[in-house]
């Protein structure tokens, strides 16, 4: 139900934009999570979108902005900056706005994307 893209390879200190497309419907009424796991680390939240509210990790902030397009049905993620760190297997999550009091807590979330590889070179 959930595909994100616009993985790739980057050098450090260039930028990627992912998509985050919702084919079951809009995220009208869902809070929606990017997530990141680095081989033989945990999944991690780097930033999620929960009515107005944007939330970001301190590993990310300044660096990373979540945002909707205004019909609601695509979420982005504009990572600038971007570190050799950063590179990890990406996930967009969505669940329902209302239920989503911790955005951190993958938990929280009920629908998943399949992932797309980010990769920074040094």
């Known amino acids: 139900q959930l595909q994100a893209s616009g993985g790739g390879l980057v050098q450090a200190g260039g930028s990627l934009r992912l998509s985050c497309a919702n084919s079951?419907?809009?995220?009208?009424?869902?809070?929606t999570g990017w997530f990141r796991q680095a081989p033989g680390k945990e999944r991690e939240m780097v930033a999620a979108i929960r009515w107005n509210s944007e939330s970001y990790s301190d590993s990310v902030k300044g660096r990373f902005t979540v945002s909707r397009n205004r019909a609601k049905s695509t979420v982005y993620l504009q990572m600038n900056s971007l570190h050799p760190e950063d590179t990890a297997v990406y996930y967009c999550?969505?669940?329902?706005?209302?239920?989503?009091?911790?955005?951190?807590?993958?938990?929280?979330?009920?629908?998943w994307g399949p992932g797309t590889q980010v990769t920074v070179s040094s």
């Open positions: 999550a969505a669940g329902p706005a209302i239920s989503v009091v911790d955005p951190t807590d993958p938990g929280n979330y009920i629908f």
């Open positions: 079951g419907g809009t995220f009208q009424h869902l809070a």
